[in-house]
């Protein structure tokens, strides 16, 4: 079994802010790729971003409806109120499974195994 052997390419700093500053006169992302024999996708936006040329990169521009808008704040303020009705009805659970906690030390019993025995008259018992 043979070990492929892969080159990596170490760019310069000085390199690298020339390529930045030839995308800033006008070229593209692909003719520098090609020009300067640069393999990977996003290597010279991730360039861009850390020499604080950030507005060379493609912004993405949401466009939305007065409908879209109002929908997406309804959805919002929805998720909102269901989280604290989660909350509460977790401390609600917590609460009782305490209180069945404490019931079974006092009394000394199961109330979970035991309950419902006997609450019923024997002919009603399902």
Known sequence: MTK????FKRYSIS???HVVE???KGSSFSE?????DIRGAETI?????????NHLLNKTVRI?????????KELEEENK??????????VANHMLETLVKVANEEYKTDLKK?????????????
């Open 4 to 7: 492929s052997v892969r080159d």
């Open 15 to 17: 390199f690298k802010k």
């Open 22 to 24: 030839e995308l800033e």
């Open 32 to 36: 520098l790729q090609k020009k300067y």
């Open 45 to 53: 936006q991730r360039w861009v971003r850390s020499f604080g040329r």
């Open 64 to 72: 939305e409806t007065v409908d879209e808008k109002r929908r997406l």
């Open 81 to 90: 109120r269901l989280k604290a009705a989660l909350a509460d009805s977790v």
């Open 114 to 126: 035991n309950f419902g025995n006997g609450l019923f008259p024997k002919g009603l018992k399902k």
